[in-house]
């Protein structure tokens, strides 16, 4: 299946995973559309040739006006959603409060979700579609201080393998795209977020927490085994060209290595591993 000017709607586009698709599958002949949640950030997008509008998951209201303005781009037709756009809230679960939690969601679960159901009717009406959802390794397996991120991670994945389900047998394909540690700005906002949501001085876990802002303070990649964006936008190429693209891909090596560990190991022998992760992080 070839681009041959086929449109694709990519959020999140500011940095990181979202711009590098947006400009390599321009690049490869998609017509491109690339939100992001500012305006500044827009009229940068605009600057470097991309089409672009502004999109905040946050705003039912906001998500409105961009599908109208989507659909004044591609005249209604869209054959492919890149759902890229999210961030991590770190904190321990007994930190998150119910508006910190809620944040998370709002942005990762509830304004995905409303944005993908507003555009499921074009690809129906069109016959053909791909959803592709930019998830993590952490959709899968937790790690201890990210139980915010990786709720909202495991939401996403329950949602598109029910969503698959109930696009069976249409040509419309919900791909779920899983990269482990990826050089962006990500980590720059966790951190934000962390200061701005959890109390560190007062938790007992605040050691942990000192921790935590050394590792997102350091430079440098931010995990071993980290991949460039490119490594992402290889994986949603085969997802949108492919006849039949596969549920899941896997991008990083620790996304093969904990998808394996997860089929083979029991959940003890798993939460072992995972908290020797977890306390490497925190060195």
Not at 10 to 35: D, E, F, K, N
Not at 169 to 179: C, Q, R, S, W, Y
Not at 264 to 277: E, I, N, P, Q
């Amino acid at each position: 299946m070839t681009p041959d000017k086929r449109s694709i709607l990519i959020t999140g586009c500011s940095s990181g995973i979202g711009y590098c698709a947006a400009h390599g599958l321009q690049a490869r002949g998609y017509q491109v559309v690339a939100s992001a949640r500012r305006e500044a950030d827009v009229e940068r997008l605009r600057a470097e040739g991309l089409t672009s509008i502004q999109l905040d998951l946050d705003s039912p209201d906001a998500i409105s006006e961009a599908v109208a303005r989507l659909g004044e781009v591609t005249g209604g037709r869209l054959y492919a959603l890149f759902n890229n756009a999210g961030f991590g809230q770190p904190g321990a679960v007994e930190d998150l409060s119910r508006e910190v939690l809620r944040a998370q969601f709002e942005t990762n679960v509830f304004g995905t979700l409303d944005l993908t159901n507003r555009l499921i009717p074009w690809m129906r009406r069109a016959g053909e579609g791909r959803i592709i959802q930019n998830s993590s390794v952490l959709g899968f397996v937790s790690l201890a201080y990210r139980g915010a991120y990786n709720a909202s991670k495991y939401a996403l994945e329950g949602l598109y393998d029910t969503l698959r389900l109930e696009l069976a047998g249409t040509d419309i394909h919900a791909v779920l795209i899983e990269p482990g540690p990826i050089v962006s700005r990500f980590r720059a906002n966790a951190l934000a977020a962390f200061r701005r949501n959890i109390d560190i001085e007062h938790s007992v876990h605040r050691e942990k927490y000192l921790a935590t802002e050394r590792r997102l303070t350091r430079e440098g990649p931010a995990a071993p085994f980290s991949l460039p964006a490119e490594a992402v936008l290889n994986k949603v190429i085969r997802a949108l060209e492919s006849p039949r693209p596969k549920p899941r891909y896997y991008v990083t090596f620790p996304t093969y290595l904990f998808g394996s560990l997860k089929r083979l190991l029991g959940s003890r022998t798993l939460d072992r591993v995972l908290l020797g992760v977890s306390r490497g992080e925190q060195k």
